[in-house]
């Protein structure tokens, strides 16, 4: 060990209340900043892994976000509808696998009502392609007979209290609240899904037979009592569906994208419009991700301001060390081991509080990381810091350095004679 590294352990450990304050400082704000950035990553990953597996999204003529918007997030509300013929014809071509319909335009109690088919639990994806799975109950069957089942998300389950058994009741409309109810047609609850940490645990999921038996006596959108049938005058009307508002589309060869998306871009018998929906994430994530980096701002002026603690702390304490650094140097410290040793103190408290704000982030990935995932879909790990986060850190330990130039450069400038003057 070099005598200025010595000087150095022992000058710490003689503050060790002040540099424990510091170093505290200073893991704390790291540990902030690198969970700020890890959050932020896996914040975009989930984003963009909220629907997986679906080649391309298919809806009436608009634009790529508004119909990413409602298809997936159950935001806003479609231009127009897509044709059931269009949609069989969608199904019927030969580079396409599966399609699932996705009708809206109900809700329950603010929670949108998606109808869709049985293969919705089959087909959706999320994450890193993991499936739907149901916490109790099952999928509804799509048969007449249970034509008035629901599968509910998990956060329409916990927020309303509701367990398979439960009985429902569908409003017109996408309203949180809603004056016309479809009271008549009540629905029960069959299945309940597992928390996702997508739009899909605030849905109400029902078969398309459903969505049309419940408007049956609905001309033109508005209910007539004499019309209105429940479940045993419902069995004797034809329930196909009329029209959808999108479909989710997967393909037997993902090569064939482009060639599908064209087919529905250009379908002739009405306008349509297929989009990527990876492709359309990203672009959506352009224009909501200023809120991560606004985030990742506030994270390194908090490590500014500890560092700034760091430098008020040593440049303080000079005043205290006048004496003590004088007899360095009349023992034969030279200032540029006077300088050392000061600016060694600042890259030491640095690096340290750089190593327990790295322990301090796993620590609360191991202990968070579970919740996260199981609220909020980010699924954290225990992962080794990836290039942007070794950048950070070794940004902050340069800006540690920096940082301690002034004070170290300050105790340089003092003289034996000045070190050893008592000042009144």
């Known amino acids: 060990m070099t005598p200025v590294l010595h000087l150095t352990l022992r000058s710490i450990a003689n503050r060790r209340a002040t540099a424990t304050l510091t170093l505290v400082s200073i893991a704390l704000s790291v540990g902030l900043l690198l969970g700020v950035e890890r959050l932020r990553t896996d914040a975009r990953e989930s984003f963009a892994n909220t629907i997986s597996g679906t080649d391309l999204i298919v809806g ?97 389950a916990v927020k309303l209290d509701y367990k398979v058994g439960s009985t429902i009741v569908v409003a017109h409309g996408a309203g949180e609240v809603s004056f016309v109810e479809h009271a008549d047609k ?35 959108g508005t209910a007539t009592p004499a019309l209105s049938n429940g479940l045993r005058d419902a069995r004797r009307f034809d329930l196909s569906p009329k029209a959808v508002t999108a479909a989710l589309v997967g393909l037997r060869q993902r090569t064939a994208v482009f060639q599908v998306q064209r087919f529905v871009n250009q379908y002739p018998d009405e306008p349509l419009l297929a989009i990527l929906p990876g492709a359309t994430l990203q672009e959506l994530w352009g224009v909501i991700g200023l809120a991560e980096q606004a985030l990742l701002a506030v994270s390194a002026l908090v490590v500014v301001v500890g560092l700034a603690g760091l430098v008020a702390v040593m440049i303080a304490g000079l005043g205290e060390r006048r004496r003590e650094l004088a007899i360095l140097r009349a023992l034969g410290a030279s200032p540029g081991e006077v300088f050392l040793l000061l600016a060694g103190e600042s890259l030491l408290l640095t690096l340290t509080g750089c190593a327990f704000g790295l322990l301090l982030l796993y620590g609360a990935t191991a202990t968070l990381g579970p919740w996260l995932e199981a609220n909020w879909g980010l699924a954290s790990n225990l992962a080794p810091p990836s290039a942007r986060e070794v950048l950070l850190l ?21 003289s034996v004679a000045d070190g050893m003057t008592v000042r009144i």
């Open 186 to 220: 009540p629905f029960s609850v069959v299945g309940i899904l597992a928390r996702t940490g997508t739009p899909v645990d605030r849905s109400v999921h029902v078969s398309l037979e459903a969505i049309e038996a419940i408007h049956l006596g609905w001309p033109g």
């Open 60 to 156: 009436a003529r608009s634009g790529p976000v508004p119909l990413l918007l409602y298809s997936v997030f159950r935001i806003g509300n479609a231009t127009n509808n897509i044709r059931w013929e269009s949609f069989k014809a969608l199904a019927a071509h030969p580079a396409v696998a599966w399609v699932v319909p996705i009708s809206l335009g109900d809700s329950h109690r603010g929670f949108r009502v998606v109808g869709t088919d049985p293969g919705y639990f089959v087909h959706y994806h999320y994450g890193s392609n993991r499936a739907l799975e149901f916490a109790s109950g099952k999928p509804f069957s799509g048969q007449v007979d249970g034509v008035y089942d629901a599968v509910i998300g998990a956060e329409v």
């Open 394 to 414: 070794g940004a902050v330990i340069l800006a540690g350095l920096l940082a301690s130039l002034f004070p170290a450069w300050r105790a340089y400038r003092l």
